[in-house]
């Protein structure tokens, strides 16, 4: 298995010599090289694991600090930055306690989020703070989608599957 991973895009040449035959003659009639260009694409994403993976997540699990997922990115790498991973949540409530408005607070600073790699993804783990100001009146749906700046290569990265676990 080769891992093909192109960060920018790649202009390939290709030459065609004598030693491509079997006669080790100058092929003629045809040109004697191909030029092509191979382009970086979007990284997919997978949501591994997470917290409400097998239970309901409750008011009370966001206050705690319980709530986490775990990323897998492939064809790509996270960058470690927090800001542009503010922007990756959002929830269908206004509120001044719901989860958009304190994302600033509920999204931990870098040093907590994990990254690690395996054999063909990098991984990132985000565990969510408590956080005492969290108060919703309704079932708020919380959507996460990263934006290009969160990943190496500036495309904005692509869940595969319905990005429900």
């Known amino acids: 298995t080769v891992k093909f991973d192109v960060r ?9 010599s004598a030693d491509w035959t079997t006669s080790q003659q ?18 997919d994403i997978q949501l591994e694991d997470w917290y409400g993976k097998n239970r309901e997540v409750t ?5 705690d600090g319980k709530v986490w997922f775990r990323f897998g990115l492939l064809g790509d790498q996270w960058r470690a930055e927090r800001p542009p991973y503010l922007t990756a949540f959002t929830s269908n409530e206004t509120s001044p306690t719901a989860f958009t408005a304190l994302v600033e607070q509920i999204v931990p600073s870098i040093e907590f989020f994990s990254f690690t790699s395996g054999e ?22 919380l959507v996460v989608a990263f934006p290009a700046t969160t990943v ?14």
């Open 59 to 63: 008011e009370k699990d966001i206050r």
């Open 8 to 16: 920018n895009d790649e202009v390939v040449t290709v030459g065609v």
């Open 120 to 141: 063909a993804y990098e991984y990132l783990t985000i565990t969510l703070q408590s956080s005492d100001l969290y108060d919703i009146s309704r079932d708020e749906v």
């Open 26 to 43: 100058e092929v003629t009639n045809t040109p004697g090289s191909m030029t092509f260009t191979i382009l970086k694409s979007a990284g």
């Open 152 to 165: 190496v290569s500036d495309l904005a990265p692509t869940f595969s599957g319905d990005g429900v676990v």
